[in-house]
C-alpha cells in the first residue's frame, strides 16, 4: 500500500470515530510492526503495558510506588493496579480525538473483564479486538530469524528482511543483536503461553461480536490493509 492509498483509506475509515481497539497476536506475529502502522494511519494513541509500567515507577505518585514495588520484587502487577493504570492513561487529553490501541494487555480473559469494567465506569468500552493469525510453525521461523537493532530497535529477520549488511542495521549502522527471548526454549515457553492462556480472548470477544482475526502471514502492508477495511467497515454500538 503506497501512501495515497493508506490516506484515501484513512480518510474513508475514521473521520469523526473514536475507536478503541486490542491487537492480540502471539510474539513474531507481527504486532509491533502493525501497531505502528496503525498509530501513524489512524492517529491513535499506542498503550503498550510494559511502556506504562515503566513510565509509572519512574513517577512518586502512589499508584507509580505501588508499581514499583511489584517490578522490584519481580512479581506480576495485580490486574486492578493495571487496569487503573491503562484509564489513567486512556482519561489523558490526546486520547480523546481519536480513541486508543491497547497492546500487551489484556492477556487473561479475567484481564479482559477487569478492563471493561473499569472502562465502563468511564463511558467506555473496546470496540474491537483484532487477531492476527499466525501458525506456531512460522511463528518459531520468524523469531529464530529476527534480530534488532541496539541504537533504535529496528526489527530485521535473516530469512524474510535481512539486512543489507549482515550483522548492521541499514538506517542507524549499529550493531544487531537476537533477544534471549528470540532463541530456544524460551520461544517455546512464551507460545505455549500465548496459546494456552491468552488464546481465549478469542472467544471471549467472539461472543461480544468484537472480534476480527486477520491472515497474519500476508505481507506487511497486506494485513494493514486488511485491518484498516475491517476498522472502516465496523459497527461500534455506544457503551452498554
Known sequence: MNAMERSALVNTSTEGANVNIILIGAQGSGKGTQAALLVQSLGIVHIASGDLFRAASQEQTELGKKIRSYLDKGELVP??????????RINKPDCASGGVLLDGFPRTVAQAQALDKGLQGVGQQID??????????????????RYICQAHQHVYNIYTNPPKVPGVCDIDGSNLYQR???RGEVVEKRLNIFFSETIRLLDYYRAENKLAEVNGKQEIDHVHMEIMK?????DRSPPK
Do not use: C, F, H
Open 79 to 88: 490486574d486492578e493496579i493495571t487496569v487503573q493504570m491503562i484509564l489513567n
Open 180 to 182: 534471549s527471548d528470540d
Open 230 to 234: 475491517i476498522i472502516k467497515n465496523w
Open 128 to 145: 474491537l479486538a483484532i487477531y492476527l493469525q499466525v501458525p506456531r510453525e512460522e511463528l518459531i521461523s520468524r523469531l529464530s530469524g
